[in-house]
């Protein structure tokens, strides 16, 4: 059965409902010196797996989307943990850093090949996992908290509205003295 991924390619159309034969092109495309820097496989649902980088440092992840929430995982290289700060490089246009100079940040265990890009990036292709051989970091987080930074757009509390009729201590999920939480600002 074919998995509804767009193919997402740097400085190229995507490409709905890709192949295995288009994501390997897409990766071998890759290899050039002033290819492309970043790939994709995106599901209709928000969720994905990209790698970014060139010269034979990626960095790869996954997202899995739950409704409004999703978990997002950085993979590592099964060789074991490096924890040093590392900077990767993307990007073959950007204009705030320069041709292949936006930075990627990273840890010394997340500095994978080419091989893996295409080894990660086809499994889960053909079943929307991420491959087990690879160990991988829970870092949603990171991305949780850059978000609460940024002003507007991003759900930091879910709860219910309250209704006119009804006093905070009537609502079954809250006892007496607890009060709702006020909007972070």
């Known amino acids: 059965m074919l998995r509804r991924l767009t193919l997402v390619l740097e400085d190229h159309p995507d490409q709905p409902l890709a192949t295995a034969a288009d994501l390997e ?7 050039d010196p002033e290819g492309p820097t970043y790939v994709m496989l995106k599901d ?7 790698a970014a980088g060139f010269n034979d440092r990626f960095r790869i992840e996954t997202r899995d ?4 929430g999703f978990r997002h995982w950085l993979a590592g290289s099964p060789d074991g943990k490096d924890r040093s700060d ?4 993307y990007r073959n246009h950007c204009d705030i850093h320069g041709t292949r100079r936006c930075p990627l940040p990273a840890w010394g265990e997340n ?7 295409l080894s990660i990036l086809s499994f889960y292709q053909a079943s929307g996992e991420r491959l087990g051989t690879y160990p991988w970091e829970d ?4 991305f949780l908290e850059a978000g609460r930074k940024e002003k507007g757009g991003f759900i930091r509390e879910i709860r219910p509205h309250e209704r006119p009729h009804e006093r905070p201590h009537e609502r079954p999920h809250e006892r007496p003295h607890e009060r709702p939480h006020e909007k972070d600002e």
């Open 25 to 31: 092109l897409a990766v071998f495309m890759m290899a």
């Open 86 to 89: 590392v900077v990767m490089y």
């Open 65 to 68: 989307v739950y409704g409004e």
């Open 111 to 117: 500095v994978l090949t080419l091989p893996d890009v």
């Open 44 to 50: 209709p649902y928000g969720g994905y797996a990209q």
């Open 139 to 142: 870092v949603s987080n990171y």
